[in-house]
């Protein structure tokens, strides 16, 4: 059975969806009100913050995945430059720095307009994305902060296709 298979008899709030995925998933999450929901999902590199929320105002349900970045000044424009790159190979959300946060951020918005309704299948994608994007450019963000490589030479490792197995 689908994960929309679950849900067809009835019209389910968006964040009732998040929340059956994250208990379904088991990853701890809480849910903050009505229309928001926080949960922590683990990676490969580190446990990603992502935060869902619905508005109903404009019809969105926005997503917001974090994880902790604190480059040194003399770093930041060298990350500026591999957001850019990074950005330019997303075709679905946008990484983003929050300097005052300490934040890599990495945020979508899946518009509903016209009451459409949400799939458990489009948010478990949106979900997956993020992690997954944040999985892999989060080796390229370390080394041009941390490892003082070019933006080019870090976002090497992020295209590069693993072949074989370990």
């Known amino acids: 059975m689908s994960l929309s298979e679950q849900f067809l008899t009835e019209e389910i709030h968006p ?4 929340e059956h995925l994250a208990a379904h998933n088991e990853w701890d999450f809480d849910r903050i009100g009505d229309d928001q929901i926080a949960m922590a999902v683990e990676g ?11 508005s109903g105002y404009d019809e969105t349900l ?7 970045m604190d480059p040194p000044s003399d770093r930041q424009p060298a990350l500026y430059e591999a957001l850019n790159a990074v950005n330019d190979q997303c075709w679905a959300g946008a ?5 005052e946060q300490k934040l890599m951020v990495y945020r979508y918005g899946l518009v509903l307009a016209g009451g459409q309704d949400a799939s458990p299948e489009q948010i478990d994608t949106m979900i997956s994305a993020a ?3 944040a999985e ?3 080796p390229a963000f370390q080394l041009v902060v941390w490892g003082g490589r070019t933006p080019r030479d870090a976002m090497q490792v ?3 296709e693993a072949y074989g197995r370990a």
């Open 15 to 18: 964040i009732d969806i998040v």
């Open 62 to 68: 926005r997503m917001v995945c974090t994880f902790d």
């Open 136 to 138: 892999r450019y989060y």
């Open 44 to 54: 490969q590199w580190r446990t990603y913050a992502i935060t869902l929320d619905w």
């Open 158 to 160: 992020a295209i590069a």
């Open 95 to 99: 990484f983003t720095f929050w300097g």
């Open 131 to 133: 992690v997954l994007s």
